[in-house]
């Protein structure tokens, strides 16, 4: 069983041909609501290639909540440990242009989390193959979590997404660390390269298109991305992360699980909304196979 800890959203998007400067307005050309939430998106992607999933967070008790209820159990996902909370769900504000995203996450419920309620999923984190967080939770329910998780040997898998949020003190809880390239430079400082060879096989940071780096004990790894034509990138390192914990409950070897959270990536981007791309199993197989033909 893979368990995620994280936020459940409801993604307000608006497509526009050029990103607004300051005091500008410009005219949108879509405007759409759909299912998110880091946590929800790593939970909906594990689910599509295979994964046995179940949920630990919160939605508010509005009409948002309702439907993002509805939406993850129609993936299978397990949504014992996801409460109702007063008040509004958790919402992201998404503008899209030109092949890129700015995101504004307002967290409602998804903040009114408390360590207590995972102390009483403690039970469900300790039987979990692997347990996935970000950091769109308030930080002591994330480093509850990586404790309650080190404590009993489950491996962890932190996306540290809002890196902002970051505290140096969890990356003695969590078995493996996944930044992207701006959110390494935050944590790690330019010189983010070096931060690779002290965590072997621990921390692995993401590239976009180019893929992903890790450092095997021995050398510098590039597991390099696979070509794609992207529509959304939204998702993207969700799909990533939610890949990358179904190979390694699968017991993947570190590189190989990388390659195929790469291609699951690639796959994401290709579709409109962070969920609407998410991938099944049978789409990144014959990606990776093709690539090998």
């Known amino acids: 069983m893979i368990t995620v800890v994280g936020s459940i959203n409801m993604d307000l998007v608006v497509s526009t041909d050029i990103f607004p400067k300051q005091g500008e307005t410009v005219l949108g050309n879509l405007y759409t609501t759909v299912p998110g939430g880091k946590g929800a998106n790593q939970a909906v992607a594990a689910a599509r290639l295979g994964g046995e999933v179940q949920m630990v967070g919160a939605v508010g008790l509005d009409a948002f909540g309702e439907e993002l209820l509805a939406g993850l159990k129609a993936e299978n996902i397990q949504l014992d440990a996801v409460k109702r909370k007063e008040g509004a769900s958790g919402i992201a504000n998404i503008l899209l242009s030109e092949g890129d995203n ?3 996450v307002v967290p409602g419920a998804n903040h009114k989390v408390m360590p207590e309620e995972i102390d009483a999923s403690k039970d469900q984190l300790s039987t979990s193959s692997i347990v996935i967080m970000q950091l769109e939770m308030p930080i002591p329910v994330i480093q509850r979590t990586l404790e309650l998780c080190h404590e009993n040997g489950v491996p962890t898998i932190l996306n540290p997404a809002p890196a902002s949020g970051f505290n140096r003190e ?11 390239e701006t959110e390494a430079e935050e944590i790690f400082g330019e010189d983010w390269l070096q931060a690779l060879e002290q965590y072997p096989n621990r921390l692995v940071v993401t590239l976009g298109g180019k893929g992903a780096q890790f450092y095997d004990g021995e050398k510098l790894v590039t597991v390099k991305g696979f070509p794609t034509k992207a529509v959304d990138t939204t998702g993207a390192g969700d799909t990533f992360n939610g890949a990358l914990g179904v190979a390694l409950s699968e017991k993947m ?3 190989e ?3 195929f959270a790469n291609a699951a990536a690639s796959l994401s981007v290709e579709k409109f909304g962070a ?4 991938p099944t199993r049978e789409a990144v197989m014959n990606r990776m196979e093709g690539e090998l033909q």
């Open 275 to 278: 969920q609407g791309g998410m």
């Open 170 to 180: 969890l990356l003695k809880y969590c078995t493996y660390l996944t930044p992207n």
């Open 257 to 259: 699980a990388v390659r």
């Open 102 to 104: 700015r995101i504004i």
């Open 253 to 255: 070897p570190f590189a």
